[in-house]
């Protein structure tokens, strides 16, 4: 916390200008990129029969979007994402093949510990993406691709380091790739995809008058916007649905707390994320709970006609907390159950039209 004291805010000095920072001790925003490291990865990649890559933030903030996406075609390689690193390359990618960890698809989960090359590009290894260190991937070599020397073998051991801005070490990796085709092993994580499909998403898997799945609601929710819109999420549940099977087609579309883990994120957010893209469609998508946290912004909306859509998946309970008391505690279920207002009845309080939907997707 940074706290100014009331004088500094109000009273008035003599201003000198800003001297220019040139040096942060311990840090350097541009590594220098030691190209044996790079030639020693591009050699495990060439040789590998089933190699895959999982990537992060750090390829939408290091702006490298396009570069990663010359290094996955040139290598023919399935990737897939971290919740911070959703909407680096489309949806719909050939190369695409979902989220990971312990609330992603199941093909990149269960693949993951039968690849034998493993490329992270700019995430940390998460224990939400891992699980278990001591059993995770333990059949692969590694190669850890990331700015903050700090991330590498923090987690988990890299065979090769690769230390630097991947906006600049991809186009040297991508040049001496070879190309390869790994078709069939792409193919295993179609299968997989088909599979969940079937078993989550295809609402003739649930009767007619059962309530729908969030799954269903997502792909619903994908036919009205095509992709097209920025998807911000509050925490929970909904938030693991929503980065699942939310499509998108444009890079920074997916706004979400992610590690913070921040309850009563998604609303507030929503309203910034509108006016960050006022030609775009915003959609909220927010839990029970979390939208009880800061319902407030309600009147933001009204006062300022922030035009966000608003989709709360109301399950009636703190879902993902409940889901860790069920797994991990025995089923010793403790102050996870939600009584809620009337939302469409809270909403028209604040001049905001609203609609409740029970049972099938039409």
């Given at each position: 916390m940074i706290d100014i004291t009331k004088n500094a805010q109000i009273q008035q000095f003599e201003f000198l200008g800003y001297?220019?920072?040139?040096?942060?001790?311990?840090?350097?925003?541009?590594?220098?990129?030691?190209?044996?490291?790079?030639?020693?990865?591009?050699?495990?990649?060439?040789?590998?029969?089933?190699?895959?890559?999982?990537f992060g933030q750090g390829v939408i903030l290091g702006e490298a979007e396009k570069e990663f996406s010359a290094f996955i075609e040139k290598g023919n390689l399935p990737a897939a994402w971290t919740i911070l690193g959703e909407s680096a390359i489309p949806s719909d990618h050939p190369l695409g093949v979902g989220m990971l960890g312990m609330h992603g698809n199941y093909g990149p989960n269960v693949l993951t510990n039968e690849c034998d090359v493993l490329i992270a590009v700019g995430m940390r290894f998460d224990d939400?993406?891992?699980?278990?260190?001591?059993?995770?991937?333990?059949?692969?070599?590694?190669?850890?691709?990331?700015?903050?020397?700090?991330?590498?073998?923090k987690n988990v051991k890299a065979d090769v380091p690769v230390w630097g801005d991947c906006k600049e070490t991809l186009p040297i990796l991508t040049a001496l790739l070879q190309e390869k085709d790994n078709t069939a092993w792409i193919n295993k994580f179609k299968e997989y995809a088909k599979e969940e499909e079937k078993e989550c998403i295809q609402p003739e898997m649930h009767p007619e008058g059962e309530i729908m799945s969030m799954a269903e609601v997502m792909d619903a929710?994908?036919?009205?916007?095509?992709?097209?819109?920025?998807?911000?999420?509050?925490?929970?549940?909904?938030?693991?649905?929503?980065c699942r099977?939310?499509?998108?087609?444009?890079?920074?579309?997916?706004v979400t707390s992610g590690g913070l883990g921040t309850m009563g994120?998604?609303?507030?957010?929503a309203i910034g994320a509108k006016y960050g893209a006022p030609d775009r469609t915003v959609v909220a998508i927010i839990g029970d709970g979390g939208f009880q946290m800061t319902l407030q912004e309600l009147g933001t909306i009204m006062q300022f006609g922030a035009a966000v859509k608003i989709l709360i998946l109301n399950n009636e309970?703190?879902?993902?907390?409940?889901?860790?008391?069920?797994?991990?505690?025995?089923?010793?279920?403790?102050?996870?159950n939600i009584t809620s207002p009337d939302y469409i009845m809270l909403a028209k309080s604040y001049s905001i039209e609203g609609q409740k939907l029970i049972g099938a997707k039409t």
């Open positions: 001297e220019k920072c040139t040096h942060v001790r311990s840090y350097r925003p541009k590594p220098i990129v030691r190209k044996e490291y790079i030639e020693q990865a591009a050699d495990l990649i060439n040789k590998a029969e089933k190699p895959f890559v999982i939400r993406v891992t699980g278990r260190l001591d059993k995770y991937a333990k059949q692969a070599q590694v190669i850890h691709l990331d700015i903050d020397p700090a991330e590498i073998d929710l994908n036919e009205l916007t095509n992709g097209d819109a920025v998807i911000v999420t509050d925490v929970g549940q909904h938030q693991m649905v929503a099977y939310a499509k998108f087609n444009k890079t920074r579309s997916n994120f998604g609303l507030p957010a309970f703190l879902g993902m907390v409940r889901q860790w008391q069920q797994l991990f505690h025995d089923k010793r279920y403790s102050f996870v």
